[in-house]
C-alpha cells in the first residue's frame, strides 16, 4: 500500500496484537479498530469479548489460538493472517508477565520462563511478521515493556531483564529494518489501573494508593492511555519514529 502524506487513521491495515484475550491488549484492539483496522488477536486463552468488543465497533476480526512461546503456533499465525488478509502491517507485541520474586528464592526454571515469555516471544512473532511487512513496504512493530526498567524496580532481576531486552531488541533491529518502511518502537508502561473481573473490578486501591503519590499524574494510568500512545506509533504519519522507547506512566519515571 503506497503511503500518502496525509494518510489518516488505518482504513484496511492489519493489525496482530498478541495477549489480547483480557487487559491492556483488549484495549489495543478496540483503539485499533477505531482507526480502521482489521484486528487479529493472538492469546491462548479465550478471547471471545474482545472479539465482540472490536467487531462492535465494526473491525472484521480474527482470533487465533496462539501460544507466543511456540515457534510452530507463532508460523501458522502469521500464515494464517496471510491467506486471511493477504497483509501484516502492524505487531504489537503485547504479551507478557509480571511476578515479584528475590533474587535469593528465584529459581532458573523462573528465570527461564519469564525471559521465554517476554522477550524470546517477540523474537518469534518479529520474525513470523516481518517478511509480509517487507512485501508490503510498512511495518509498526510495538513492544510492550515496563517503567520498572528505568526504576530498577526490586524483586524484579527477571522481568527487568527480560523488558530491558525487549528495548535493545527494537533499537537494534529499527537500524536494520527502517529502510524497508518498517518502525520498531517500545512502550515501557507504568502500573495499569486494568478491570479485572476475577478480582472485583480494579486493580486493588491498594496498590494505586501506593503507587499515586510517585507520579506527577495524579490519576490512575488505564489502559486506553497506553492505546492511545500504540495508536500512534502504528500510524503511517510515525513512520519517522523508529527504535525508540516510549514511557507511559503518569510520570513516575523520566528517561
Ligand atoms: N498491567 C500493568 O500494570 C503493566 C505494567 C507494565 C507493563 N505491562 C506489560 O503490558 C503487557 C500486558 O499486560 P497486562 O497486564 O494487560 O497482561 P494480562 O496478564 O492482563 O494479559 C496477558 C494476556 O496474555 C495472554 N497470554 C499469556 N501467556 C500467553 C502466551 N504464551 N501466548 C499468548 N498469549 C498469552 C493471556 O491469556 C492474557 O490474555 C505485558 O507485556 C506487561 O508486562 C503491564
Known sequence: MQIHEFERGLQGRVAIITGAAVGNGRAFCERLAEEGAHIVIADIADASDTVKAAEAIGATVLSL???????ADVQRMAQEVMQRFGRIDILVHNVGKYEEEPFELLSFDQWRQMLDLNLNSLFLTTKA?????????FGRIIALSSDTVWLGTPYLTHYVTAKMGVIGFVRSLASEVGKYGITA??????LTAIQRPEQGGRVSSSILEHILPSQSVQRADEPHDIANVVAFLALPASGIINGQAINVDGGVARH
Do not use: F
Open 65 to 71: 489460538n496462539v501460544d507466543a512461546t511456540n515457534p
Open 129 to 137: 511478521v516481518l517478511p509480509a511487512m517487507k512485501e508490503g513496504g
Open 185 to 190: 518502537n517500545a512502550i515501557t508502561v507504568g
